[in-house]
């Protein structure tokens, strides 16, 4: 998306009124008899609150005049919440009625819909409402041609987060800045240049030095960096997977060296927090994140400050600046006229402006309606968190970065096909178990004494990227996922 897509988005004035249908047709609501709509989500901690806050004010409000009550149900992780969906939609034994609307990715709503369970929500969205949507966001819960299975509801994109006070150091020390973070290969430096400088304050321990680098989605890693190098890995548009070799090769190298060295690091379950255990210095990951970002590290029981310093994704020298638009949209599952046009209702007016707006800037999200970034309210509150408290800096500093982002390059999300969350899945899970292996077969050769040149030289890059390709292959065989290899 880009500047030109806002430049041309005109501030609503005026809300209009929501209705379940299009202007003219009959509803099927009745206020005396009030239709009872279940909503599972996977959202957690602020995010949970202003969804529940939300869902509290449209029953009150334009809930009680049509007659629609919302629960909303809080199912997890989003891997428990598309195994619970999946379960009903599949009448699981023991497993919950399907819910009116759930939380989807792309990949599972197209699951769900080969079941013959989804809506299609042009049936409840006009031309018009449909217009007041971000053209790309909208796109990404479009399927055989214009069936809208998805509405976006919040959306996203990854940057580099970094603990800028340990950032500063290292930087006057060496006479870096932070240009050098722009590219993959730029990152890694910095990180071998930190791991280096850390490791050289105490001489009399070898390999002590201290991680820079982490990684929250490999799956975006690996998608995204293709990309930007001209593949699309997750080949929608030919139902397939393609494996460039020469583009996974470099990918490989980058992270699984990193990895293997110590340059990069993965600790805990986010790597935010390990930013806060003093174990990273760095990350990518999303913008949703921005709210978690630690304003202070604790080691040896002592805590201290730190500032965030948030860029743009680093893209591969030579590539594209893409960078991943993300973000689980909603879908309406079939039932009966009055649930579905209630769950349409509630979701039309949670993704207006005024809603949305409020429910988005909650943690670093982008709102989905194109007038919202024009929105009073919108700019008010970034202002507001602008001179707040050093969270709300955090996330202020984290939206510059992210809009900027969002207009000035390209950005992306894979079109799926049945299947493809496989992929994901499969990229993910067989990188961080050949990263791990690596990571300990090195620890053995630092011990013996052996020099960055002769670790990588025994680990044998070359070979071990043979062997990530060939799991790739064998999982994508066994689940009958179609693939080209090419150079």
Not at 43 to 60: M, P, R, S, T
Not at 402 to 411: F, N, P, V, Y
């Amino acid at each position: 998306m880009k500047r030109k897509v806002i430049a041309m988005c005109i501030i609503l004035s005026v809300l209009f009124l929501l209705t379940a249908c299009s202007a003219g047709e009959k509803t099927a609501l009745d206020p005396k008899n009030p239709v009872s709509i279940t909503l599972w989500h996977y959202y957690v901690g602020d995010n949970k609150i202003a969804l529940e806050k939300a869902v509290d004010q449209f029953n009150k409000t334009i809930g009680s005049e049509k007659g629609v009550v919302v629960s909303a149900v809080a199912k997890g992780s989003i891997a428990e919440l598309e195994k619970a969906v999946t379960d009903s939609a599949k009448g699981v034994i023991n497993a919950e009625p399907m819910p009116d609307l759930f939380s989807a990715y792309p990949d599972k709503a197209l699951e769900i819909d080969q079941m013959g369970k989804l809506c299609d929500l042009n049936d409840y969205l006009s031309k018009e409402e449909k217009s007041r949507y971000v053209e790309e966001f909208l796109k990404d819960g479009q399927f055989d041609g214009d069936r809208q299975l998805i509405l976006p509801i919040v959306k996203s994109t990854e940057l580099l987060y970094i603990n800028q006070t340990a950032w500063n150091e290292y930087a006057a020390a060496n006479g870096v800045d932070t240009q050098k973070l722009t590219t993959w290969e730029g990152v890694y430096e910095a990180a071998r240049g930190f791991y280096q400088w850390t490791d050289a304050k105490t001489p009399e321990t070898a390999w002590d030095g201290k991680s820079f680098m982490g990684i929250d989605s490999l799956a975006n890693y690996v998608i995204i960096g293709n990309k930007q190098l001209g593949v699309e890995i997750i080949d929608g548009a030919n139902q397939k997977v393609v494996l460039n070799r020469t583009v996974m090769k470099k990918l490989f190298d980058n992270y699984y060296g990193g990895i293997s060295l110590g340059y990069f690091n993965a600790v805990g379950k986010f790597r935010s927090d390990d930013i806060k255990a003093g174990d990273l210095a760095a990350y990518v990951g999303s913008t949703s994140g921005a709210a978690y970002f630690p304003t202070w590290i604790e080691k040896n029981n002592t805590q201290s400050p730190i500032d965030l310093l948030a860029l743009s994704y680093p893209v591969f020298a030579g590539g594209n600046p893409d960078a991943i638009q993300q973000g689980a949209g909603m879908s309406i599952s079939k039932s009966t006229p009055e649930r579905q046009e209630g769950a349409a209702l509630f979701l039309k007016w949670f993704t207006a402006e005024d809603q949305n707006i409020e429910f988005a800037m909650t943690t670093g999200y982008l709102p989905v309606q194109s007038g919202a970034y024009e929105n009073a309210a919108f700019k008010e509150s970034l202002e507001s968190m602008r001179s707040g408290e050093q969270s709300e800096k955090n996330v202020a500093a984290v939206y510059d970065i992210a809009l900027d982002q969002i207009m000035d390059r390209d950005t992306y999300a894979s079109i799926p096909f049945s299947g493809s969350y496989d992929v994901r899945t499969t990229l993910e899970k067989s990188l961080i178990a050949m990263a791990a292996t690596g990571r300990e077969n090195a620890m053995v050769l630092k011990e013996q004494g052996m020099t960055e040149d002769e670790i990588l030289k025994t680990l044998d890059l070359n070979a071990r990227f043979e062997e990530w390709m060939t799991t790739i292959r064998n999982n994508l065989n066994e689940r009958g996922i179609v693939y080209t290899e090419n150079q």
